[in-house]
């Protein structure tokens, strides 16, 4: 009686390696990389009626007393603190797709330092092309491969 689980021979095993490599490979191919888009109901109701503060400013830490702020309203206003002053002005929101328009600072100034970073956030905020959930956070994205604003809603300390 023969033996089943006797070893393959060199030739069977590259003959075998060879019919098997190409139907691994198809195989392989036919799924989808595409991620599905988010329910845009799910993105508006995680955005709308909550005070957001930035936690990383595109890679950026955030320096100062006075927190980065951004709150989106209902009826497609949003308004924050720039951490020197504050700013207000209009957001369009489809699906994942997110824009700002008008966005007006009051003109506070409060030093160079902090200056630069209001005048950074506004920027960034004026660069904005889409929203990310993250968990508990949110990110914007940039329209550039520049890391995006994080928001959160927690608080940013250890013991705070």
């Known amino acids: 009686m023969p033996n089943p689980l006797r070893p393959l021979t060199p030739l069977a095993s590259c003959a075998l390696v060879l019919v098997l490599l190409p139907v ?3 195989v392989g ?3 989808s990389k595409d991620v599905a888009p988010p329910d845009p109901e799910a993105v508006r109701s995680a955005l709308v009626g909550k005070q957001w503060t930035v936690r990383s400013l595109a890679g950026r830490s955030v320096v100062g007393k006075e927190p980065l702020t ?3 309203s209902p009826a497609g206003t949003v308004s924050g603190g720039a951490g020197c002053g504050t700013f207000s002005g209009t957001y369009a929101l489809d699906g994942n797709v997110l ?3 008008a966005l007006t600072h009051d003109g506070t100034s409060c030093g160079p330092a902090l200056d630069e ?3 950074s956030y506004l920027s960034f905020l ?3 092309s889409g929203v990310k959930l993250a968990g508990s956070d949110v990110d914007l994205t940039l329209e550039e491969a520049l890391r995006p604003i994080r928001l959160s809603t927690g608080s940013s300390g ?3």
């Open 117 to 119: 970073q209001a005048f």
């Open 24 to 26: 691994l490979l198809l």
């Open 126 to 128: 004026r660069r904005v």
């Open 99 to 101: 824009h700002f328009d």
């Open 158 to 160: 250890w013991l705070w």
């Open 70 to 72: 951004i709150e989106f």
């Open 29 to 31: 191919g036919c799924g």
